[in-house]
């Protein structure tokens, strides 16, 4: 049933590293704030705040989008949602801006007023042909860093800055210059989940969707990995390259264990399991498919189960269930914090004052942007 469970779990790593094997050091400049600079909402006029009532019009106009979520979003919930759905449609216009949002966005944003949506890889890609001037980024900190990396012209916006991400937060640039003194010679890959500090050190990214291939296409035997240790050890169990690997994790995946999906499979033998790369070993063992949020999706679309459990955040089962209602998700509910502080209020707040905007100092970005487009130009 499992598959795979030994090749993975024989799968070592050829090294793991934290701050505390350099100091510590590096952490204490990581998250210096930019003060003092003229930003979109100095430039921007504030339009007026819409009226956010549930009225016979707003409705009508939202009546097709409330549709998509229907399965997801109960009908007693939806006026209080449907007011700002519209005004942020119709702000959206207003500003020239589109929405970009992430597969664990909640249904109402993900469905209902987003105008593109994805893993982290489609984000990025979709971002480099973005022609509005404004993109609102639905998603964390670093998504939309990357967005603003890949458009530098453009205004990039993310509804709540706080919204960070554990493993972005678990390296900064200087521990990868850090390692490279350690390790000289030997090219080092950032998962997307990283600062722009960081990307700017690395000689390409990856995501979940292309880790394996990232790391072959290098043609080195050993590779840095950073900053997450589960990815690193699932890429490991798939390629002959030796990965070193950093000791971040994500705090959302790193809660799942195979006990608790061994219980699943104990109350139904029949459900199937799938499992995003960021979980532990002993979770991805346990499942039947394991790939990003993009692949889960795709798999699900594909295979029909009639149950399935997502051993991943939360709403992105929601998402799915939306689009196909027929399937039984089973629900370990791990919600992503950083994820969940994008809501529809901010999301209006943003479009209204031109808020909170993220900047990527030029030089960083420069080279950031190399490591990024290396990746999205790698050939299938
Ligand atoms: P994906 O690239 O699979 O969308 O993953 C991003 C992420 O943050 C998962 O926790
Ligand atoms: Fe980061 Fe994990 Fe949240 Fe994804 S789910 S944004 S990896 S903390």
Redesign the pocket.
Known sequence: MAVETSTFEKTALAGLYGPEDFGGLAHKNANAAVRGRITAEDRARALPMPSLEWTPEVERATAHLYERVKAVIPPVEWPFMAPYVKAINELKRERNAVILAHN?QTPEIFNCVSDIVGDSLKLAIEATKVKADVIVQCG?HFMAETSKILNPSKTVLIPDSRAG????SSITGEDVRLLRERFPGVPVVAYV?TSADVKAEVDICCTSSNAVQVVESLGSDTVIMVPDQYLAKYVASKTKVKIIAWKGA????ERFTGDELRSYREADPSVQIIAHP?CPPDVIAEADFTGSTAHMIDWVRKNHPQRVVMVT?CSMADNVQAELPQIEFVKPCNL?P??KRITLPKILDSLIYMREEVTVDPMIAEKARRSVERMINLKN
Do not use: I, K
Request: aromatic content about 6%.
């Open positions: 664990y964390v991400c554990s493993l972005a989940n994500c705090e959302v995946h960021e955040e992503c950083h994820m």
